[in-house]
């Protein structure tokens, strides 16, 4: 890792698919740091992102812990995820517990390299029939941003379950969604199949980070992956903790949105029954 | 086969992945008759409804042929699914080159064991880049009908390709949808994960009914399938020619869209970027 290197194009970004069940927000960090810092110094010249599950800084499934870990979107949380941004030299997306106006958003941050909070998406849709329902207030609009030339979407699990919210992100310009998420072992259809079907109907990147392990009676599938606007797998993680990356080619969205013009046609479809 | 048969609840499906390059009109009927008269049968007391890939009455990569191989949805062709509809006493999905006026569509007729036109759906979107785009003239909604107590849509081959189809099938009471389509052997992610995808996503039973082979250039994927409602492979066929067949349970798809209510949740998702 050297600090200050030359910003790289087509960007390359990673997942860092954590154990971290029982882990304090210390603990993360560190696990964070040393993945990150590994792979800085690797023969493909490193990462410019990294992304982290949903609700990384606080775990998970953690219901009762959740309102005591809340922070402002630039809080305590936010303040160190901003410095080790800064000390790596990288950009980082992580999920955490937003203290909002008198209620608790499930949100993720997007801090760049320079330690600067460039989104804050908070999830519009819990997952039905767990904690999130009591705990989170839905969020209100879908969360883009321009980083090194690319236009982003952020959603949060159960979001990008729905083709809606991956097609407005599309139609709007995004070449890159990102996804944190918290993913059982009983739900292996969603990140083999519903995943990649998302990038491809689209013509899009998408990167879709999970924990692994296990938490307080969760079993975490794994299964993290980066998948290319041709729906082809460029990488992916097993059932333990793992980091991953692939380059992020802004020319691959081009040629598979011309190849198969579903941002054109879907226009063209009529719904009337 | 027991014509009369007393009508079974919940019903069972087909779907005929034929090798049918080159083939004429009689020896497909024949190919057919002859797989559905096996199956009838068979211990699980065979099929109530054959789906069959599209345009499989004139062949799909023929294009210079299309014109003059083209009927009314009553016409001659009609006739010839009727007569074996009626004779099989089993219900069949067909695509077809419809002669509408003054142009032709990319069509498929569902057509009961008594020999009615219950359905005709015209194909909207044409697949790009193909010889589709200069023979059809577009249809202009969503088709569904009514039969055996079960909603059904119809959508052609690329239509399926878009969330928004099987969507709004899903939104108007779909139980199950039924696609014949023509894939080619580049294309198994369509056939592979979209499809299994668009089920899961709406809780909904879908058949998926390809060729198989080899016609004109064209090398087919085959890989017909039929998907339940919370994603598994109930009946799949490898590259060759085949029958396969499910048993359509619409209480699966009341306990997939409870389980993950997509229906309702959609809804709430707001697009604003």
Same mark, same amino acid.
């Given at each position: 890792?050297?600090?200050?290197?030359?910003?790289?194009?087509?960007?390359?970004?990673?997942?860092?698919?954590?154990?971290?069940? #029982?882990?304090?927000?210390?603990?993360?960090?560190?696990?964070?740091?040393?993945?990150?810092?590994?792979?800085?110094?690797?023969?493909?010249?490193?990462?410019?992102?990294?992304?982290?599950? %949903?609700?990384?800084?606080?775990?998970?499934?953690?219901?009762?812990?959740?309102?005591?870990?809340?922070?402002?979107?630039?809080?305590?949380?936010?303040?160190?995820?901003?410095?080790?941004?800064?000390?790596?030299?990288?950009?980082?997306?992580?999920?955490?517990?937003?203290?909002?106006? #008198?209620?608790?958003?499930?949100?993720?941050?997007?801090?760049?390299?320079?330690?600067?909070?460039?989104?804050?998406?908070?999830?519009?849709?819990?997952? &039905?029939?767990?904690?999130?329902?009591?705990?989170?207030?839905?969020?209100?609009?879908?969360?883009?941003?321009?980083?090194?030339?690319?236009?982003?979407?952020?959603?949060?699990?159960?979001?990008?379950?729905?083709? %809606?919210?991956?097609?407005?992100?599309?139609?709007?310009?995004?070449?890159?969604?990102?996804? &944190?998420?918290?993913?059982?072992?009983?739900?292996?259809?969603?990140?083999?199949?519903?995943?990649?079907?998302?990038?491809? %109907?689209?013509?899009?990147?998408?990167?879709?980070?999970?924990?692994? #392990?296990?938490?307080?009676?969760?079993?975490?599938?794994?299964?993290?992956?980066?998948?290319? &606007?041709?729906?082809?797998?460029?990488?992916?993680?097993?059932?333990?903790?793992?980091?991953?990356?692939?380059?992020?080619?802004?020319?691959?969205? %081009?040629?598979?949105?011309?190849?198969? &013009?579903?941002?054109?046609?879907?226009?063209?479809?009529?719904?009337?029954?």
């Amino acid at each position: 890792m050297i600090p200050g290197q030359a910003k790289r194009e087509p960007v390359r970004i990673g997942i860092f698919q954590c154990a971290a069940g #029982g882990l304090s927000l210390d603990a993360r960090l560190e696990r964070l740091r040393d993945a990150v810092a590994g792979a800085q110094t690797g023969a493909d010249g490193g990462l410019d992102l990294v992304l982290c599950p %949903e609700l990384f800084a606080s775990g998970y499934n953690v219901a009762d812990e959740l309102a005591s870990r809340a922070e402002p979107a630039t809080g305590a949380i936010f303040a160190r995820f901003a410095e080790l941004a800064r000390a790596l030299d990288i950009a980082i997306v992580y999920g955490y517990p937003e203290q909002g106006d #008198g209620c608790i958003h499930n949100a993720a941050a997007f801090v760049s390299a320079e330690g600067e909070l460039l989104a804050n998406h908070r999830k519009q849709l819990n997952s &039905p029939g767990s904690f999130e329902e009591a705990c989170f207030a839905p969020g209100e609009h879908t969360t883009m941003l321009s980083w090194r030339g690319l236009r982003i979407a952020i959603l949060i699990c159960y979001e990008v379950e729905f083709p %809606e919210a991956v097609r407005c992100a599309a139609v709007a310009g995004a070449k890159l969604v990102l996804v &944190p998420t918290a993913l059982t072992d009983r739900w292996g259809v969603v990140a083999e199949q519903v995943v990649p079907a998302r990038a491809f %109907e689209n013509g899009v990147w998408l990167a879709y980070a999970n924990h692994a #392990g296990h938490e307080n009676g969760l079993d975490y599938l794994g299964g993290s992956k980066i998948v290319a &606007p041709d729906a082809s797998i460029e990488a992916a993680a097993g059932p333990d903790e793992a980091l991953i990356g692939a380059t992020i080619d802004p020319g691959r969205v %081009e040629a598979a949105q011309r190849r198969l &013009p579903y941002l054109r046609d879907y226009r063209r479809y009529r719904c009337n029954t």
